[in-house]
């Protein structure tokens, strides 16, 4: 059985979404709610295992909601924008929903929610302003990618790092490489990626390579000299 929470705010929509979702016995919605302050206090009311989350509530962001979570849970997005549009909110969400919904579209739904099948993306390149919905096992938030300071490969996952602590995700390093903005991180060993706009000073080292200092970050990073010729380039 899993505790569904429905954030819309439009009490039609609830409606449509709450009808729909009875024909799931594995469903027991425990709570609704139509703006940010009521969604917050029935999710720490509830606790709920999945919520159903417009993007654009009356004046508000349905984002802004998963900032004030303090336990895990999983978010289905409903919202009017095309796939192509919510990029920002892609990593780790389960699910998004089109509007107007579908029987079909919700199956499909509910079927990645039973068997924790996250929903396939098309990767594209992120802009610096862009901002990724991470969840790991303590929390659910929207990360800037302009704040990420580095991150870091850790077996299958990758820990991202940031000035206001660290997250791990299972992204690897490659799809990393691939999507952030090249001009703004710069891959200074195997297994780490920084953002050049948080380096804070370089200093040479006897055999050719360099320690790189971040802000917010006490121990420095060693550029293997595979990339030390890029980043003199780079940060010259």
């Known amino acids: 059985m899993y505790k569904v929470l429905i954030v819309d705010d439009e009490r039609l929509a609830r409606r449509e979404m709450r009808l729909m979702l009875a024909g799931y016995p594995e469903i027991q919605i425990v709570g609704e709610a139509d703006d940010l302050a009521s969604a917050a206090t029935a999710a720490e009311q509830y606790k709920p295992d999945v919520m159903f989350l417009d993007i654009q509530l009356a004046g508000e962001s349905g984002f802004d909601l998963l900032?004030?979570?303090?336990?895990?849970?999983?978010?289905?997005?409903?919202?009017?924008?095309?796939?192509?549009?919510?990029?920002?909110?892609?990593?780790?969400?389960?699910?998004?929903?089109?509007?107007?919904?579908?029987?079909?579209?919700?199956?499909?739904?509910?079927?990645?929610?039973?068997?924790?099948?996250?929903?396939?993306?098309?990767?594209?390149?992120?802009?610096?302003?862009?901002?990724?919905?991470?969840?790991?096992?303590?929390?659910?938030?929207?990360?800037?990618?302009?704040?990420?300071?580095?991150?870091?490969?850790?077996?299958?996952?990758?820990?991202?790092?940031t000035q206001a602590g660290k997250y791990l995700l299972s992204k690897p390093m490659k799809e990393w490489e691939d999507r952030l903005p090249e001009q703004y991180f710069l891959r200074i060993h195997r297994g780490t990626m920084i953002n050049i706009e948080s380096v804070d000073r370089i200093e040479p080292m006897p055999n050719q390579s360099f320690r790189v200092y971040l802000s917010h970050i006490a121990e420095p990073f060693v550029v293997s000299r595979r990339y030390a010729t890029k980043i003199k380039t780079v940060l010259k």
């Open 67 to 161: 900032e004030r979570l303090t336990f895990p849970c999983k978010i289905i997005f409903v919202t009017a924008f095309d796939v192509y549009a919510i990029r920002a909110f892609e990593v780790n969400a389960l699910d998004y929903l089109l509007k107007p919904l579908s029987t079909q579209r919700l199956n499909v739904a509910i079927r990645r929610l039973k068997h924790d099948e996250p929903v396939p993306h098309h990767p594209k390149k992120f802009e610096y302003d862009d901002r990724l919905f991470v969840a790991d096992h303590n929390r659910s938030c929207f990360l800037k990618i302009r704040n990420i300071l580095c991150i870091q490969s850790a077996g299958d996952y990758t820990e991202v790092m």
